[in-house]
């Protein structure tokens, strides 16, 4: 027993009242988005049970509309895209920052700062042409997290297939709900995505990366090349240039090259130097050095590269290769001592050290 039991029974008392008067605080805030989340549940189950048409375009599928929620007005696009991907998708906020090309500090902080921003938003569903919006934000989002998983910025995996194949399903449910007038862009971008997605197998050999040109083909799934294929026949011949259709066309030139040395590398070239055009990125620029690089060999692809800057071990090590190619050994091995230093994904590290011995033994 308590020495006075009249003041333990006052402070027991007074604890529980504050503990009650703060969880009815909290109640306030969260009730009204949980029972809104409630009812769109119960709507997305009613949906796959019976088969009816949901009241918007979007609430028969819970991750769209959680998506949607993310894509909020009230967020920058690129801050909309990341905060999905952390929240979401689950992606690591190093990896994010790498999608962005920024720091992983500069990352966290923007992502603190989305979080309180929608704060005191509302989460109603947006209709019309907002839904219309939105919707465009979620496909730039949908190949984000797509990146992150094709091409996973730290850790072990080689290809993250769970997140990469939820890229592409929320890509397809975006594309059933978008108006007719958005198919020629949803249609490039879920070909995009299916081409990539197709070598993902053949990607992993025995836990470690297998570059395209080592690839297996046989292990490629060429029914989601087949499907690929016919989104993009029509759209290269009648629709405007854009980023989508553009990376896509790429992806087609190898998906329909019966080998690596097959490759239409001249055509690659040109449809990386409009992309270029188009989006300015210092990433298409490395791709498009790449690929230079094959076509008209490696002092070309490295003229490209001079001046560029970007974070990570794909420039260094780019950089490396060609050096390598051209014979320059010292070079090339003072690159990839770079790109080791600033690879964090052990498949990509083992390659990299891989190709650094084989280039300093001759």
């Given at each position: 027993?308590?020495?006075?039991?009249?003041a333990?029974l006052?402070?027991a008392?007074r604890?529980?009242?504050?503990?009650?008067l703060?969880?009815?605080?909290?109640?306030?805030?969260?009730?009204p988005?949980l029972?809104?989340?409630?009812?769109?549940?119960?709507?997305?189950?009613?949906v796959?049970a019976?088969?009816?048409?949901?009241?918007?375009?979007?609430a028969?599928?819970?991750?769209?509309?959680?998506?949607?929620?993310?894509?909020?007005?009230?967020?920058a696009?690129?801050?909309?895209?990341?905060?999905?991907?952390?929240?979401?998708?689950?992606?690591?906020?190093?990896d994010?920052?790498?999608l962005?090309?920024?720091?992983?500090?500069?990352?966290?902080?923007?992502?603190?700062r989305?979080?309180?921003?929608?704060?005191?938003?509302?989460?109603?569903?947006?209709?019309?042409?907002a839904?219309?919006r939105r919707l465009?934000?979620?496909?730039d989002?949908?190949?984000?997290?797509?990146?992150a998983?094709?091409?996973?910025?730290?850790g072990?995996d080689?290809?993250?297939?769970?997140?990469?194949?939820?890229?592409?399903?929320?890509?397809r449910?975006?594309?059933?709900?978008?108006?007719?007038?958005?198919?020629?862009d949803?249609?490039?971008?879920?070909?995009?995505?299916?081409?990539?997605?197709?070598?993902?197998?053949?990607?992993?050999?025995?836990?470690?990366?297998?570059?395209?040109?080592?690839q297996?083909?046989?292990?490629?799934?060429?029914?989601?090349?087949?499907e690929?294929?016919?989104?993009?026949?029509?759209?290269?011949?009648?629709?405007a240039?854009?980023?989508?259709l553009l990376q896509?066309?790429?992806?087609?030139c190898?998906?329909?090259?019966?080998?690596?040395?097959?490759?239409?590398?001249p055509?690659?070239?040109?449809?990386?130097?409009?992309?270029?055009?188009?989006?300015?990125?210092?990433?298409?620029?490395?791709?498009?050095?790449?690929?230079?690089?094959?076509?008209?060999?490696?002092?070309?692809?490295?003229?490209?590269?001079?001046?560029?800057?970007?974070p990570?071990?794909?420039?260094?090590?780019?950089?490396?290769?060609?050096?390598?190619?051209a014979?320059?050994?010292?070079?090339a091995?003072?690159?990839?001592?770079?790109?080791?230093?600033?690879?964090?994904?052990?498949p990509?590290?083992?390659?990299l050290?891989?190709r650094?011995?084989?280039?300093?033994?001759?």
């Amino acid at each position: 027993m308590p020495d006075n039991t009249s003041a333990w029974l006052l402070t027991a008392a007074r604890r529980r009242a504050l503990d009650r008067l703060r969880a009815e605080a909290v109640a306030v805030k969260t009730l009204p988005v949980l029972a809104v989340e409630a009812d769109l549940t119960e709507e997305a189950r009613r949906v796959m049970a019976d088969g009816t048409m949901p009241r918007e375009p979007g609430a028969a599928d819970e991750r769209l509309r959680l998506v949607l929620l993310c894509a909020h007005p009230a967020l920058a696009p690129e801050a909309a895209a990341a905060l999905t991907l952390r929240l979401v998708l689950g992606v690591p906020t190093a990896d994010i920052a790498r999608l962005f090309l920024v720091p992983t500090a500069t990352m966290a902080a923007r992502l603190t700062r989305a979080r309180k921003r929608l704060a005191g938003e509302s989460f109603a569903v947006p209709t019309g042409d907002a839904l219309v919006r939105r919707l465009a934000a979620v496909a730039d989002i949908a190949y984000l997290a797509f990146t992150a998983g094709y091409a996973p910025g730290s850790g072990d995996d080689v290809v993250r297939a769970d997140l990469a194949g939820e890229a592409v399903r929320l890509v397809r449910v975006v594309r059933e709900v978008a108006p007719p007038g958005s198919w020629p862009d949803l249609d490039a971008l879920l070909a995009l995505v299916l081409l990539q997605h197709s070598r993902r197998d053949a990607r992993v050999d025995v836990g470690g990366l297998v570059l395209l040109p080592d690839q297996d083909r046989s292990r490629w799934h060429y029914d989601e090349v087949v499907e690929a294929l016919e989104l993009l026949t029509p759209l290269a011949a009648s629709a405007a240039s854009a980023p989508w259709l553009l990376q896509a066309l790429v992806a087609a030139c190898h998906a329909t090259a019966a080998s690596a040395a097959d490759t239409d590398w001249p055509r690659i070239v040109s449809l990386y130097a409009e992309l270029e055009a188009l989006t300015g990125s210092p990433v298409v620029r490395l791709n498009r050095a790449v690929a230079v690089a094959e076509a008209d060999g490696p002092e070309a692809g490295l003229r490209l590269l001079e001046g560029l800057d970007l974070p990570g071990h794909r420039l260094p090590g780019v950089r490396g290769e060609l050096l390598a190619r051209a014979g320059l050994v010292d070079e090339a091995l003072a690159a990839y001592d770079v790109a080791l230093a600033a690879c964090e994904n052990r498949p990509e590290l083992a390659l990299l050290e891989r190709r650094r011995a084989e280039v300093a033994g001759g």
